[in-house]
């Protein structure tokens, strides 16, 4: 008797933690407004936050509107097959022929770049996530541009934390090279990556595309109190039985 009771039990604990990886939000860069832009895939569904329905992220750049987003060049590193809720495998990649670059006819190349950032936001709308990782293709426009991105995460919008500098190069013709960040290990629902350019040389240009940002979702507190009260009625039920 004590297996019979035993046994549901575990089956609850573990399918209230079995949390997967889930994209918050995905930037192929199609829905662009002069210098801002929204994500264009999410796992997530409506029901899955509090307050609003996905996609769940925004991009904006202090790089002058309305060169700072061009459509000509598509990179096709970091097209990563994204995964539902259920954690069945959809259809969807990132990536149809746009792209984040200021190697635009304003003249946003170069040493001008150099100083200038860009930031992506997820907002889930009050759902707490945690170990989150940012995701990205890059490149040099050209093949021989190269250049750096030092990016920073913040869990308010104001205080940024350094991750990494990370060096772009070869030419965007080639589909970019695939770039992880450090996990970061923060409970939060509003997160923010922060990129500063730098080392750009006259008329060189980096390329972002295709970037991707992923977390855990963090079970609500009525889940832990499940998970502790099974556990506990499972040990009660055990020790009379003995």
């Known amino acids: 008797m004590k297996k019979i009771l035993l046994i549901p039990s575990l089956i609850v604990v573990s399918g209230a933690v079995s949390y997967g990886q889930s994209l918050l939000a995905g930037f192929d860069f199609t829905n662009v407004s002069g210098t801002t832009a929204s994500a264009t895939f999410s796992d997530l569904a409506a029901a899955?936050?509090?307050a609003q329905a996905g996609p769940f992220g925004s991009f904006s750049t202090t790089l002058a509107s309305p060169n700072?987003?061009?459509?000509?060049?598509?990179?096709?590193a970091n097209k990563t097959i994204t995964f539902d809720d259920n954690r069945n495998v959809l259809n969807n990649t990132l990536g149809d022929g746009s792209s984040f670059s200021f190697a635009s006819t304003g003249g946003?190349?170069?040493t001008s770049a150099n100083g200038t950032s860009f930031t992506f936001e997820v907002d889930t709308g009050g759902a707490n996530y945690e170990n989150f990782i940012f995701s990205f293709a890059?490149?040099?426009l050209n093949g021989t541009d190269t250049g750096s991105i030092a990016f920073e995460f913040s869990t308010d919008g104001t205080s940024f934390t350094s991750i990494s500098t990370e060096s772009l190069s070869g030419a965007a013709s080639a589909g970019g090279s695939a770039y992880t960040l450090a996990t970061q290990e923060v409970s939060a629902s509003n997160v923010f990556y922060r990129g500063t350019f730098s080392g750009l040389d006259a008329n060189e240009a980096l390329v972002l595309d295709n970037v991707q940002i992923g977390a855990t979702a963090v079970p609500e507190p009525s889940t832990f109190a499940a998970i502790f009260g099974f556990a506990a009625l499972a040990f009660v039920v055990a020790r009379r039985r003995k």
Do not use: M, W
């Open 68 to 76: 700072s987003v061009e459509y000509s060049t598509n990179l096709t």
């Open 138 to 140: 890059g490149s040099g």
């Open 108 to 110: 946003f190349i170069g």
């Open 48 to 50: 899955d936050t509090a």
